[in-house]
Each structure stands twice: as structure tokens, then as C-alpha cells.
């Protein structure tokens, strides 16, 4: 069983990079999943749009989904 951890104020998830134990390896970025992560959030007051949270779902969603579908 993987340690669990939730991020608050998560940003574009530079902490959870931090956890993945990422690397470059021949000019790519690869991420070792040690941790699950149980709950994100961000909010950036004044701003309808929420930026810095869309590139984090966009970086771990659409790994979390390729990881459920095998």
C-alpha cells in the first residue's frame, strides 16, 4: 500500500511532482507514483478562471485515467 498524502493550495502540483519522484530521462519527464494523492484543491481568489489548477488536471487526470483503464 502506497503512503497517502491530500495537497492544499496545490498549484500546477509541484509537490506532487516532488513526490513522484520525478526524473529526465533522454530529454522526457517520467514520474514515479510513490504516493496516492486523496484530494487536491487550489483557488486563486479574484480570478473566475482557475489556470495554475487546470494544468494540474490536466497533468494527473489524464494519467489517472490511463492508469484505471489497465
Same mark, same amino acid.
Given at each position: ?12 502540483? =509541484?509537490? %506532487? ?14 514520474? /514515479?507514483?510513490?504516493? +496516492? ?8 481568489? =479574484?480570478? %473566475? ?14 494519467? /489517472?485515467?490511463?492508469? +484505471?483503464?489497465?
Amino acid at each position: 500500500m502506497k503512503p497517502t498524502t491530500v495537497e492544499l493550495f496545490a498549484g500546477v502540483g =509541484g509537490f %506532487r511532482v516532488g513526490l513522484n519522484h520525478a526524473r529526465l530521462i533522454e530529454g522526457k519527464t517520467v514520474e /514515479e507514483p510513490l504516493w +496516492e494523492t486523496l484530494f487536491m484543491n487550489q483557488w486563486e481568489p =479574484g480570478s %473566475r478562471k482557475q489556470d495554475a489548477f487546470s494544468c494540474y488536471l490536466l497533468r494527473y487526470n489524464s494519467r /489517472e485515467r490511463e492508469r +484505471e483503464s489497465l
